[in-house]
């Protein structure tokens, strides 16, 4: 299946390298886990990641810029077939509700996009499988992040739990002998 990088970058087909990389980091953020708490954000971001890394290759970018013209006169006929299926269908409804023997059913273009170039297509799988490795180092990466943290926050209460625990026993010793005095 062809993947529109573009769509996913939401950038123009004629977006320089740095409008690519600026559109990366903006989506990066916007779709970072620790901005989406209880949102499963992975399989967004390993679109994201994979666009990036298909787009920033310079060759790979000339092929899939070849490839991405063929697909979207491929998909402009889809949609046209889809909206002459549409139009008639509205008219074979309207010819039935009248009463009117309908028009013989015409075939409509119902097949997949296939690739010109086999090469781009290895390689865009192959930029599918980084950006699933990709998210899954970044998942890894955050979770150690988040053990650390968390260790290191116990450790810090750790060490300053028995100043507080002999200040709180100062503090009650101070209280009950001014009631004893009273």
Known sequence: MFVDYYAILE???SATQEEIKKAFKRLAIKFHPDKNLGIDTTQKMQ???EAYLFLK???GRAKYDEEY???TQYEKKKKQE???KKRYEEERTQQERQNQRPEPETEYFQEEYSFRDETLKNWMNNAREQSVDLAKETIEDL???FKAGANAAVDKVGSMLPGYLGGAV???II???MKTCK
């Open 143 to 145: 979770r150690a992040m």
């Open 82 to 84: 889809q909206e002459q």
């Open 170 to 172: 100062i503090m009650l």
């Open 11 to 13: 950038i123009e087909l």
């Open 47 to 49: 679109l994201i990641n």
């Open 69 to 71: 013209k063929f697909y």
């Open 57 to 59: 290759d310079t060759e």
């Open 175 to 177: 209280v009950l002998l």
